[in-house]
């Protein structure tokens, strides 16, 4: 797994036109790999790069992305020689990745021209923002706008609405420790978006269709009720405290499972702590005030 040890610093303001780098990491997708690449390319922001990793693909995925690399200055190649799956692909090449803005886009999925520019200006813009997304639609298999709810919190407890192709500051993204290794189910975004957001990035969705979604043989897991209970706990012990503020959330996920009652203990054990905390806070509180007066009277 690739450490982020880097600390960086959000610059907020100090630059005018921050590097953005794509992200395409790519196995066994030969017959879409070009078109997500091309669409990367078409951006309308210039300042970019674009980083594909092969992730040890056994079709010509490789040698169609090494093409790409050699006639274009602004295209990394990097060429994994064993299969490292998703999470470690996209890992490695964001510590690699020399821009401010980071945009994950998978090898079978296109963006529109504009994308880029429009998402870039944002997060330039909007200090609070640490995730901006966009309307989407499905193309492939099924050709029709993908109706995701608007991003909403605690909502996104519950259900993810924000796709992996969202741009994000890399810092923002190393202070949340990058994708996390046990999220291998195809919810490693959702529990980047929830760290993200619990370390106080604020989300914007753009209205206007910029991504395109190739629908294949399935969608992405984005609903935690269609989770076994063992990546459900998962994600729970990743995002503790955001699912313990909500008693009646967890009964929702984990219906009458044994885990949600196990679950719902510990809330009320949290609760109970968080009480004596407090109590015990305004106890020495209320201590150190009369020691005060004590010793100012004599």
């Not at 693909?57 to 992305?65: G, V």
């Not at 796709?163 to 420790?177: H, N, Q, V, Y």
């Not at 999220?183 to 529990?191: A, K, S």
Request: proline content about 3%; overall charge positive; aromatic content about 12%.
């Amino acid at each position: 797994m690739v450490k982020f040890k880097q600390k960086l610093i959000r610059g907020y303001g100090k630059v005018s036109n921050p590097k953005v780098s794509i992200i395409i990491p790519c196995y066994n997708k030969a017959p879409y790999v070009a078109e997500a690449i091309e669409s990367a390319l078409r951006q309308t922001y210039k300042n970019m790069e674009i980083i594909c990793v092969n992730d040890a693909s056994t079709d010509t995925s490789a040698d169609i992305i090494k093409d790409y690399a050699t006639k274009h200055d602004n295209i990394t190649f990097i060429d994994f020689k064993k299969n490292k799956g998703v999470i470690e692909a996209r890992n490695t090449a964001i510590e690699k990745a020399t821009g401010e803005y980071i945009l994950p886009l998978d090898a079978d999925d296109i963006i529109a021209d504009t994308y880029v520019e429009k998402a870039a200006k944002v997060l330039s813009s909007q200090p609070d923002i640490g995730i901006v997304y966009c309307k989407a639609e499905m193309f492939g298999k099924k050709n029709k706008p993908w109706n995701l709810p608007a991003y909403q919190f605690p909502d996104i407890l519950y259900r993810n609405c924000i796709f992996c192709t969202a741009l994000f500051r890399k810092s923002d993204f190393i202070k949340a420790g990058g994708y996390k290794p046990d999220m291998t189910e195809g919810c490693e975004d959702w529990d980047l978006w929830l760290s993200l957001i619990e370390n106080g990035c604020g989300v914007y969705r753009i209205d206007e269709v910029l991504f395109k979604y190739r629908r294949l043989d399935g969608l992405s897991r984005n609903d935690i009720v269609g989770l076994n209970d063992d990546w459900k706990e998962i994600l729970f012990n990743h995002h503790r405290d955001s699912y313990l503020k909500d008693k009646g959330l967890i009964k929702k996920i984990f219906s009458d499972t044994e885990l949600a009652k196990t679950l719902v203990k510990k809330l009320k054990k949290y609760k109970r702590l968080y009480t004596l905390s407090l109590a015990s806070f305004f106890v020495l509180l209320l201590i150190l005030i009369t020691v005060i007066t004590i010793n100012y009277i004599q």
